[in-house]
């Protein structure tokens, strides 16, 4: 099983900017694809970006295309986003997890608790 801690989040004004990190352990983070998702108040969970085992091809939910990216240090078994241009609607528990495949990702372990990202406008 992989253990998932994520971390990076808090308050920021519209506009800002957070890098969310996601520290892997358990299995070999090089093998799997990752992906960040993100749950927003009396809503379901929902994908954000994947990313695959290397690193070289990345996948975005249409909402956070051209303001987010996601990246990964295989060495250090960490995926990265950084969120530029925050929007209150971004506001969420955002979430990493092993994916099954980047273009329809299914989080194939248990979920971490999260780190919180809220938007003030």
């Known amino acids: 099983q992989m253990q998932l801690a994520e971390s990076g989040g808090g308050l920021v004004q519209a506009g800002g900017f957070l890098r969310l990190s996601c520290a892997a352990s358990?299995?070999?983070?090089?093998?799997?694809?990752m992906g960040w998702f993100r749950q927003a108040p009396g809503k379901e969970r929902e994908f954000v970006a994947t990313?695959?085992?290397?690193?070289?091809?990345?996948y975005y939910e249409d909402a956070v295309k051209g303001r987010f990216t996601i990246s990964r240090d295989n060495a250090k078994n960490t995926v990265y986003l950084q969120m530029n241009s925050l929007k209150p609607e971004d506001t969420a528990v955002y979430y990493c997890?092993?994916?099954?495949?980047?273009?329809?990702?299914?989080?194939?372990?248990?979920w971490g608790q999260g780190t919180l990202v809220t938007v003030s406008s």
């Open positions: 358990g299995r070999t983070f090089s093998n799997y694809a």
């Open positions: 997890n092993a994916v099954s495949n980047i273009v329809v990702p299914i989080g194939l372990e248990v």
């Open positions: 990313i695959n085992r290397s690193g070289g091809r990345a």
